[in-house]
């Protein structure tokens, strides 16, 4: 059974910063995309980041470039999510994602395969 578990989500303050990790079990997910979604308070989920399999090709939501970094270590099975600079709206569940199908230029999306439970973020103003 696949497995997503995220970590890192705390309360912070605005212009902090925090880690995010996701951890897979039941397969590898070495060959596939992986990636961050989040979705606030009466909003819908909207897409963060992707990275492809090797960690050489990223892709990012408009509203994060340059704040935020994905980054993934196969050898763990696991994705991370820099987020540096943050804000008040950067406040939602952020859920972590695999597999599936990614578009990495033009207008970015992700369509996965698998998603985890969520981690909290609450930036503080």
């Known amino acids: 059974q696949v497995q997503l578990v995220e970590s890192g989500g705390e309360l912070v303050q605005a212009g902090g910063s925090l880690r995010l990790s996701c951890a897979a079990s039941?397969?590898?997910?070495?060959?596939?995309?992986m990636g961050w979604f989040r979705q606030a308070p009466g909003k819908e989920r909207e897409f963060v980041a992707a990275?492809?399999?090797?960690?050489?090709?990223?892709a990012y939501a408009d509203s994060v470039k340059g704040r935020f970094t994905i980054s993934r270590d196969n050898a763990k099975n696991t994705v991370y999510l820099q987020m540096n600079s943050l804000k008040t709206e950067d406040t939602a569940v952020y859920y972590c994602?695999?597999?599936?199908?990614?578009?990495?230029?033009?207008?970015?999306?992700?369509?996965?395969?698998?998603w985890g439970q969520g981690t909290q973020v609450t930036v503080s103003s």
């Open positions: 990275i492809n399999w090797r960690g050489a090709i990223t």
């Open positions: 039941g397969r590898t997910f070495s060959s596939d995309p």
């Open positions: 994602a695999a597999d599936g199908s990614v578009t990495y230029r033009g207008t970015s999306s992700y369509t996965p395969r698998y």
